[in-house]
């Protein structure tokens, strides 16, 4: 499937030839998980923490982390993967053994002869003609980027039954499996995949961020209506660090009720047809300080469980900082400090983050936060100098033109580590509730609000690039090469 060849490139500008309507959102539907949606009993996927120093003067100033589950590709001779489930992106991506690249020899590669289920295919998943060389897509994140080639494959959530075995665990739920299209990457970027023990990625957006349905797995698993979890058509995402002896998971078919302490708070997807998980955002305040920029344009925002940070957009992210920085000192942990709440207002609630949901850890270099602080852009009522500080919060700039921006929120671990949130790719909402964990038993919930649409424009995208501790695995590009 390798080799030299000539290729027409067809830049795919994430769909943006698709025509979007701008009504619709007119409001948010609020629903306990016992009243319209029923918890079942989902296929629960238990997902790993990893943690990567990052290091500055030789010093350990940061972590990166990742959150990722076993995938098995291949049916009867299954080869085991481990991926990170993201609801930034839209594919499933394996490092090929075809990838003779440091970045891939470092992680387990897809051998496609070793699999009796595999076929070779194109872009528009039609088989290649045997002796041909077959099409190519490179797919650009926010941090980083492969290319890849294309397989349909049988696809199956959760570690092989031998490793189960082995590890001494008795499966006692179903299994969840599809056929679908996969893209097997010839190239990988040494940032973020050279860095983590995680294999690839496994594209939980809707389908209209894929090449098409063919490629995404929930849009497949749907067409099995023999299987009893496709009846409920939602997933469910549970992040923790561990820290109060919770276990991350995503759930299949439904969602745990075990992992919520409140009820589920219901929003559609405001652009669906840019594949996103996205939402409306009304107002983003800091202390009650109304500082999200979201009366003239409007703001979005994308729920990401592949991104480490809260991204704000660019020409906020100073702002942020100043407001949130807070004096620490050497063993100080910047999670229990005494800094402002975040409060975000989706359009019919309200979420809120604490210094421990978007603090760092440990305290960065003072010149580090003095400069940040230097070219912050304060509200007219707060003073700089108030804010020359240590304990940097975890956040990001994000660059993104209309309909997504140029006010875009990313929605990452910060927020999903105090709220379990659950995606119905069927009806296309999200549903936010308070997650089940120690630190959130005396915390309140979600309070009402409002919001209202905006006007779109055409879609662009502006990348941006890696730095630091942040992973930022939201799908930004996508340009396919026909053989």
Not at 108 to 115: L, M, P, T, W
Not at 336 to 349: C, E, L, Y
Not at 442 to 456: F, H, I, N, S, V
Request: glycine share 10%; proline share 5%.
């Amino acid at each position: 499937m390798t080799g030299t060849r000539h290729r027409l490139l067809v830049t795919l500008c994430m769909l943006a030839l698709v025509r979007i309507s701008a009504g619709g959102l007119k409001g948010a539907a609020r629903e306990a998980s016992s009243n319209g949606t029923v918890a079942g009993k989902p296929v629960l996927v238990p997902l790993s923490r990893e943690t990567v120093p990052v290091l500055k003067d030789d010093k350990v100033v940061s972590l990166k982390t990742a959150y990722y589950g076993a995938v098995s590709i291949g049916g009867a001779t299954a080869q085991e993967f481990s991926v990170v489930f993201d609801t930034g992106s839209g594919h499933l991506v394996l490092p090929s053994l075809e990838c003779e690249s440091d970045t891939c020899k470092g992680h387990r590669r897809y051998n496609i002869s070793k699999s009796p289920t595999a076929v070779p295919i194109n872009a528009d998943s039609t088989p290649v003609p045997e002796g041909e060389l077959g099409d190519q897509v490179t797919i650009g994140f926010g941090t980083g980027s492969v290319t890849g080639e294309f397989v349909r494959e049988s696809v199956c959530l959760g570690p092989l039954q031998a490793a189960l075995e082995s590890a001494g665990i008795e499966r006692k739920q179903q299994k969840v499996c599809s056929s679908m299209s996969v893209v097997l990457a010839v190239e990988m970027s040494a940032q973020p995949f050279k860095s983590f023990k995680f294999d690839g990625i496994f594209g939980l957006g809707l389908d209209s961020l894929a090449l098409s349905d063919q490629f995404s797995f929930f849009s497949r698993l749907s067409l099995q209506s023999s299987q009893s979890f496709s009846k409920l058509p939602h997933f469910g995402i549970f992040l923790s660090d561990g820290s109060h002896g919770e276990q991350s998971e995503i759930a299949v078919g439904g969602h745990n009720s075990d992992r919520l302490a409140g009820p589920l708070s219901w929003v559609p997807v405001a652009l669906p047809k840019l594949g996103f998980w996205s939402v409306k955002i009304r107002s983003v305040h800091i202390n009650g300080v109304d500082v999200g920029d979201c009366k003239s344009g409007g703001c979005n925002g994308i729920v990401d469980t592949g991104t480490s940070h809260l991204g704000v957009p660019s020409h906020l992210v100073n702002t942020f900082t100043g407001l949130l920085s807070k004096t620490g000192s050497v063993g100080t942990d910047c999670r229990s400090v005494d800094a402002p709440q975040i409060s975000i207002n989706i359009n019919g609630f309200v979420l809120t983050l604490s210094p421990e949901d978007y603090m760092t850890a440990q305290p960065t270099d003072a010149r580090d936060a003095q400069a940040s602080v230097a070219n912050s852009t304060l509200p007219a009522n707060v003073s700089s100098s108030t804010y020359e500080r240590h304990c940097q919060p975890r956040v990001m700039p994000v660059s993104m033109k209309r309909p997504l921006g140029p006010n875009l929120y990313i929605l990452g671990e910060p927020l999903l580590h105090r709220y379990y949130t659950v995606y119905d790719w069927q009806s296309k909402r999200i549903a936010f509730g308070l997650a089940n964990k120690g630190k959130n038993s005396k915390q309140q919930a979600l309070d009402d609000g409002t919001g209202r649409d905006e006007p779109l424009d055409p879609l662009e995208f502006l990348q941006e690039e890696d730095a630091g501790d942040r992973i930022y695995l939201m799908q930004v590009s996508l340009t396919v090469s026909l053989c």
